[in-house]
């Protein structure tokens, strides 16, 4: 297995002076001509290079990582008041904690997976912050969880296909602190003590940060959007194994799914179906709990032709 690429150890990302975040300029293999609120950067960009290694790194197994294409890397605009001041803000706390225990913020890099599956719903959480949405509270800690950044791996296998077939990851700076242990299926949702800032599920070997609620928009810098295919790292994430699976048609993600209903019914039986996704996502319920829900709501027969309509627009594209 390929040694694995720390990006704390990359000052081609970020370079921090007295805590502080000073974002590169952007070269000629940065394309800033997007409205969004992330900046695609090129293969042959140093950030790109830096940030595709260590996620292609940290997938573990060659035959993961060697099947692994990233499609994308795009960066967090910088532009606009709003975003400068959640730099400034993360800077404002990072000398604040670094104080607190005695010079040292504790500041590393981790993956965020979001539950739909969708850029644009990380694209939200890059313009707008974490929201209740975000807040796992089954896993051991109530708040935000991201895995650090050498074990892409743990946060890959979280993130759902897109209807086009692709994973997104957040990859983000995160304040820790001074942590403390969580265990596995704790519902603590806040330091036990003023002496800590942050949990982790293993104080030597952290294979999970957890962001408690009050801090997740302070203590979380989002950077980077990772976009990227895997077709065996789907077959692991459902428990198979062996050579990955070839299917005949596409699959259709539940975050696709949801926007095709949405389409086809009235918004009382699509709140039903909404929260109890909603209640997924937040891993309070297992994926054919979800199915049977929709299938109560919506009705075999509406699920089968929107899949079939799916797959119809699949083939004339192909």
Not at 80 to 95: C, L, N
Not at 197 to 208: F, T
Not at 229 to 258: E, H
Request: glycine share 10%; hydrophobic share 35%; aromatic share 6%.
């Amino acid at each position: 297995m390929a040694a694995q690429v720390e990006i704390e150890d990359q000052s081609s990302v970020t370079e921090l002076d007295n805590g502080e975040i000073f974002d590169p300029p952007l070269s000629d293999d940065a394309d800033s001509s997007s409205s969004s609120s992330t900046i695609l950067l090129r293969q042959g960009n140093q950030e790109h290079d830096v940030i595709r290694a260590c996620f292609l790194s940290g997938l573990g197994p060659a035959a993961i990582a060697g099947d692994t294409t990233v499609v994308s890397v795009r960066k967090s605009s910088t532009e606009g008041i709003a975003t400068r001041a959640k730099h400034v803000s993360f800077r404002i706390f990072t000398e604040a904690v670094a104080r607190k225990n005695g010079g040292d913020p504790n500041v590393k890099y981790g993956w965020y997976a979001a539950g739909g599956g969708s850029r644009e719903e990380i694209e939200r959480i890059v313009s707008y912050g974490f929201s209740s949405r975000e807040i796992d509270g089954d896993s051991g800690g109530v708040g935000v969880h991201l895995v650090p950044s050498k074990y892409s791996l743990l946060a890959a296998e979280g993130a759902e296909p897109d209807n086009e077939g692709l994973r997104h990851l957040l990859l983000c700076r995160v304040l820790l602190g001074k942590s403390e242990e969580i265990v596995s299926g704790s519902k603590q949702s806040h330091p036990s003590s003023s002496e800590f800032d942050s949990g982790v599920d293993d104080l030597q070997n952290p294979r999970k940060y957890v962001v408690w609620s009050s801090n997740m928009n302070s203590h979380v810098l989002p950077g980077y959007i990772v976009s990227f295919k895997s077709p065996r790292l789907r077959v692991i994430g459902r428990g198979g194994g062996g050579a990955p699976a070839r299917p005949g048609s596409p699959w259709v993600s539940f975050a696709a799914l949801m926007s095709m209903l949405a389409k086809s019914m009235d918004a009382s039986r699509m709140n039903l179906i909404m929260r109890t996704y909603d209640d997924f996502r937040k891993r309070k319920i297992q994926r054919d709990q979800l199915v049977r829900k929709m299938r109560q709501v919506a009705g075999d027969n509406l699920l089968a032709q929107i899949i079939k309509n799916h797959r119809d627009k699949y083939k004339n594209r192909v």
